[in-house]
């Protein structure tokens, strides 16, 4: 199967950066897609950005502009670089994959998650 491993969260005062990672292993055919979501405190979690095998990537409007996911597929690594980022990005980010198994299947896996504070 899959296992998501991220890192990079941190504490960071507003207006700052912060670049996160995840690294898919396991034992999979491909990775086509790979995201961020995140879980701020008492919300659920949401969408932050998007990105498939290809290079196609999408975002939540509230981080367009500031935050920018990108991927290596060699290393089936997929990073969310975060600027000007303010106190509403607080939260557990989590890192999530789509998956093709050499059975034909399709799975779905998530990471443990990395917590982000911004600090205002």
């Known amino acids: 199967q899959v296992h998501l491993e991220e890192s990079g969260g941190g504490l960071v005062q507003a207006g700052g950066s912060l670049r996160l990672s995840c690294v898919a292993s396991?034992?999979?055919?491909?990775?086509?897609?790979m995201g961020w979501y995140r879980q701020a405190p008492g919300k659920q979690r949401e969408l932050v950005a998007s990105?498939?095998?290809?290079?196609?990537?999408n975002y939540a409007d509230s981080v367009k502009g500031r935050l920018t996911i990108s991927r290596d597929n060699d290393r089936n690594t997929v990073y969310l670089h975060m600027n000007r980022l303010k106190p509403e990005d607080t939260g557990v980010y989590y890192c999530?994959?789509?998956?093709?198994?050499?059975?034909?299947?399709?799975?779905?896996?998530w990471g443990q998650g990395t917590l982000v504070t911004v600090s205002s």
């Open positions: 990105i498939r095998s290809g290079g196609t990537s």
């Open positions: 396991g034992t999979f055919t491909s990775i086509n897609a």
């Open positions: 999530k994959s789509e998956a093709l198994l050499g059975s034909g299947c399709r799975t779905n896996a």
